[in-house]
């Protein structure tokens, strides 16, 4: 059980494995103090002679911290979102280069799908239409805008058919948080 304590700012809190307050004045004062006084030379000159320390330190820190770990994330992620997208399309565009193959299966896998399910007697210019009519939102909201199938072509249930009446305009969050569930227009 973790022992509270009052601190020098008159809060109660538990102290650290290290001795300091962890109330939230406390912490927020120490990243100020962090901001304002960076790493000395030295730190970082200890830090590079003793990468395997630092390393093992870091390591065992977060293995006791874990749950502390995760809000610290929570919180840069949500305060840094242009950042947290440019890492995923990072990550994205790195997956894709190392896994040549089984990307290429999968984008295979839907063109095939989508050519099986595109019947002879389908409106192609129709489709053309909502197609351009994405591009067009895309560009005039600047927000990215995608054509979805309300009836999934590979759904688990049911697959629909590449046709106009099958074909709505979402923008890219709400087609990629869709998956292949069945949504309406």
Known sequence: MKVLVACKRGNIAERSASGHCLCVDCLAFRSAYRK???RTEYQKQWIAANKDKSAAYQKQWLAANKEKRRAIEKAWRTSNPEKVAAMNAKAGAKWASNNKGQRMASVRA???AKK?????WTDLDAMAAIYREAARLT???GVPHEVDH?????????????VPNNLQILSRSANRSKGIKICAA
Do not use: W
């Open 150 to 162: 309300a009836l999934p072509l590979q759904g688990l249930v049911v697959s629909g058919l590449h």
């Open 36 to 38: 304002a006084n960076p």
């Open 116 to 120: 099986s399910r595109t019947p002879a």
């Open 110 to 112: 839907r063109q095939a």
């Open 139 to 141: 560009e005039e909201t």
